[in-house]
């Protein structure tokens, strides 16, 4: 389909008009394409051939608005470093409506009613970073929201420095955030808050919509969503770096992508976000952050719902579903299908082997996919090979509890232990090199981003532990 002919559906704009302000977009100046994602213009049958069309460059700028599109940006609230703001809201996002249950949304497209004293606007190396990265953890498995594509431009943004302006069209089945219901509860509009639950049961938990008691199973989802995707986000080694309340999606969505990482080396510790000076987000603080977040959304689903219930789902968060979410995930990553009672200490002494060897946590995974005894291989990516030779120790006694073949083993550990993640460090060089003008890295990080566990001939360059003075790079809110 042409860009012409695309039917949007604005469903969100049936709530009260309290849960929206009308927004223009601002142009940004001399606006070029950077990038066009092919597979999620599929999502929306737009046809590929939109990738030449003039209007397409207008479409993400703001100057093309298709028929029937009303452009808004949402309202909402949320806890920011523990902190209650009661009106953020989309102050630099224009939603345009959605097709095929997709929503889209320009990212940086200038003020709207929610910018409070912010421009509105997104620089561009964050811009390539979301693009790339919500493409990456897709691929990878982990629920996202996606990106269509994304335009440059010569609009000057005062950043850390000067930096040029940019929009990102991002698709996702929800743009709902745990702040959306807290703020509803905060001025005390429970009849609103009610329309919003209902809301959201009709577009990410159908299965809910005649259930008598569905307020509550639908916090009962969002708990046990966030906990699949907190695990996946630990398995992989994402950290998110801003998971503010306004930041985590309702849907289970991993959600802006602002200052976030992949691990380079596994470092329990690391946060990537600098602005975060107390560690609040630190990679491996993720797991209860996400329970202090849920805490919060269950204050706001409190005019909804028994507040016991809620706790009671809260604590089993902690005592086992997180828990269990996190070794399944890690089962997968080692290869095993047999459940054993001691996994979860096997997956404790994992972490804690890890941390001591000062080993790449991408390469360490895929290094193991290949593991069948001889532990050269695994001992030359580490600083210290004792503590992973400890653990080997373990894990050799727990792989004779396996019916698996070794190559069986094997070929289901490399579909699950990525070869290729998106490293900071290569992000930077793209951006490097599309500031000069030359965009051919975005599309290079893009088809990694496509194929993270196959073995890309003329890629391997890209799957190897990350030069030493690129390592543990941390980045700002702003950047
Ligand atoms: P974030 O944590 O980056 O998702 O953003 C937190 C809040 O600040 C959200 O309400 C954003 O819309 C808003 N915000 C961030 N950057 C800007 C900007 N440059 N202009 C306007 N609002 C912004
Ligand atoms: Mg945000």
Redesign the pocket.
Known sequence: MILENLNFKSNYLSLDNEFYEFTKPTPLDEPYLLSFNLKVAKLIELDEKSVDDPRFIQFLNGTFIPKNVQPFSMC?A?H?FGHY?QR??????INYGSINGWHLQTK?SG??A?????????ALPSTIREYLMSEAMHHLGIPSTRALGMIGSQTK?LRNGIEKGAVVMRMSKSWVRFGTFQYFTYFKEYEKLKALAEYVIEESYPHLKNDEDRYFKLFSEVVERTATLVASWQGVGFCHG?M?T??MSIAGLT??Y?PFSMLDDFDFGFVCNSTDKAGRYAYGEQPNISYWNLTKLAQAFAPMVDKKRMDKKLEDYGAFIYPNAYIEIMRKKLGLEVKEESDAELITELVGALQDAYVDHTNFFRILSRYDGERMPLFEIAMNPISIENWLNLYDKRLMKESLTLEARQTKMLKTNPKYVLKNYMFQDAIALAKGGNFSRIEELLYLAQHPFEELEGFEHFAVETPEHYKNVTLS??S
Not at 88 to 93: E, F, K, Q, S, Y
């Open positions: 909402y949320g920011q703001a953020l809201g989309d102050g630099r996002a940086g003020e709207t929610f910018s409070r004293t912010a421009d509105g606007r997104a943004l801003v503010n306004d930041n959600l802006d602002g809110c702003s």
